[in-house]
C-alpha cells in the first residue's frame, strides 16, 4: 500500500481556516484518499474523502493536487471540538478494506 | 441507529485470563474490522471479516481468535491474556471493502493485563 506522510503537529487558532497537509507522491490510480479523525479517548471518524477532484461535505473540504501526489483537509472554521489527530491513508479500489493508519497530524486549537 | 457499539468499555484481567470482545453493527455493513491502538501509535488491525461466517487474519493476529455467526457481530477473543495485549481495540464496519467506502468504527474496549 502506499504510504502517506503529515507533519506530527500542527497549531490553529480557534474560528480560522486549517490547512492539513498530506503527501502521497506514491499513490496509484486507483487510490482513494481518505481522512479522518481521532477526538481524545475516542474512535477514529470519518471525516472525507475523494479521488481525483476536490470534494466538500459538511465537515471538511478536501484539495487534491492535479498530479494527486499531495492532498490537503480544510476545515474552514476551526473550533475547540476540532482539535484531534487528523489521519489521511490512501484506500486502494479492489483491497480487503482495511485502513493503514499512520501517526497522523495532531492538531491543536488555541481559544 | 446506534452505529457500531462495543461491549465492554473497560476490562481488567490477569495474566493468563481470557475475555470476548463484542462489537455490534446495525447499519446492514458486510466487513467488519478489529484493530488495536498502542499509545503514541496509529490502529493496526488484528482480524477482519468479508461477510457473515467468514473471518480472515490482518497485520497482527497472533494470540486472538474471531468469530462472524451473525452478520450484525463480529466477537474477538483472547484464550489466554498476555500483557501485550494492553492496549485499546476498536471495532469497525463499511458496507463494502472498495476504495470509496468509509469506515464506522465503535467507542473502543480499554483492556489492560496485569
Known amino acids: 500500500d502506499a504510504k502517506t506522510t503529515q507533519p506530527n503537529s500542527m497549531e490553529s487558532n480557534e474560528e480560522e481556516p486549517v490547512h492539513l497537509p498530506c503527501n502521497h507522491s506514491t499513490i496509484s490510480g486507483t487510490d482513494y484518499i481518505h481522512w479522518y479523525r481521532q477526538l481524545p479517548s475516542q474512535g477514529p471518524e470519518y471525516v472525507i474523502h475523494g479521488l481525483t477532484s476536490n470534494v466538500n461535505n459538511r465537515m471538511a473540504s478536501l484539495a487534491i493536487a492535479e498530479d494527486r501526489k499531495s492532498s490537503t483537509l480544510i476545515l474552514h472554521r476551526a473550533t475547540l471540538r476540532d482539535a484531534a489527530v487528523y489521519y489521511c491513508?490512501?484506500?486502494?479500489?479492489?483491497?480487503?478494506?482495511?485502513?493503514?493508519f499512520g501517526k497522523g497530524t495532531k492538531l491543536s486549537v488555541k481559544p | 441507529n446506534a452505529g457500531v457499539t462495543q461491549t465492554p468499555k473497560f476490562r481488567v484481567l490477569k495474566t493468563g485470563q481470557s475475555m470476548t470482545l463484542l462489537c455490534a453493527q446495525d447499519m446492514n455493513h458486510e466487513y467488519m474490522y478489529w484493530y488495536r491502538q498502542d499509545p503514541g501509535m496509529g490502529l493496526r488491525l488484528i482480524h477482519y471479516s468479508v461477510g457473515e461466517g467468514t473471518t480472515a487474519k490482518g497485520e497482527v493476529p497472533d494470540g486472538y481468535n474471531v468469530s462472524r455467526l451473525k452478520k450484525q457481530n463480529f466477537l474477538l477473543g483472547l484464550e489466554s491474556a498476555a500483557p501485550s495485549q494492553t492496549s485499546v481495540y476498536f471495532c469497525?464496519?463499511?458496507?463494502?471493502?472498495?476504495?470509496?467506502?468509509?469506515?464506522?468504527f465503535g467507542p473502543g474496549t480499554r483492556l489492560t493485563v496485569t
Open positions: 469497525a464496519s463499511s458496507k463494502l471493502a472498495g476504495g470509496p467506502y468509509e469506515q464506522y
Open positions: 491513508i490512501l484506500k486502494r479500489e479492489g483491497s480487503q478494506g482495511n485502513l493503514i
